[in-house]
Nanobody, 123 residues
Framework: QVQLVESGGGLVQTGGSLRLSCAAS????????MGWFRQAPGKEREFVAAISRGGGSQYYADSVKGRFTISRDNAKNTVDLQMNSLKPEDTALYYC????????????????WGQGTQVTVSS
């Protein structure tokens, strides 16, 4: 069992930056691929970023590539999402996800996910 708690969301102006963090409980963090997806009001869920169990591989949605960076610290059981050059279209509830399989993170069918943290980008 993995429990995930997101933090770091908030209100920021266009062009600004935020760093989201996801803290995971449980002894098996290192055996799970991790990632983030988001959902804006009235829209479908959208994959954002994924990172492999060891952190050596990352994968990003085209919409955030070059602006967002995912990282993890297996010693601290955390995964972060550094978001730069934010745009109003990045406004959404951001969820942390965990699954033993990297592919399941990318297609957003994780075994575990958190409650989400709100990111609002004003124009």
């Amino acid at each position: 069992q993995v429990q995930l708690v997101e933090s770091g969301g908030g209100l920021v102006q266009t062009g600004g930056s935020l760093r989201l963090s996801c803290a995971a409980s449980g002894p098996t963090f290192g055996s799970h691929a991790m990632g983030w997806f988001r959902q804006a009001p009235g829209k479908e869920r959208e994959f954002v970023a994924a990172i492999s169990r060891g952190g050596g591989s990352q994968y990003y949605a085209d919409s955030v590539k070059g602006r967002f960076t995912i990282s993890r610290d297996n010693a601290k059981n955390t995964v972060d999402l550094q978001m730069n050059s934010l745009k109003p279209e990045d406004t959404a509830l951001y969820y942390c996800e965990a699954d033993p399989t990297f592919h399941n993170i990318v297609i957003m069918t994780p075994r575990f996910w958190g409650q989400g943290t709100q990111v609002t980008v004003s124009s």
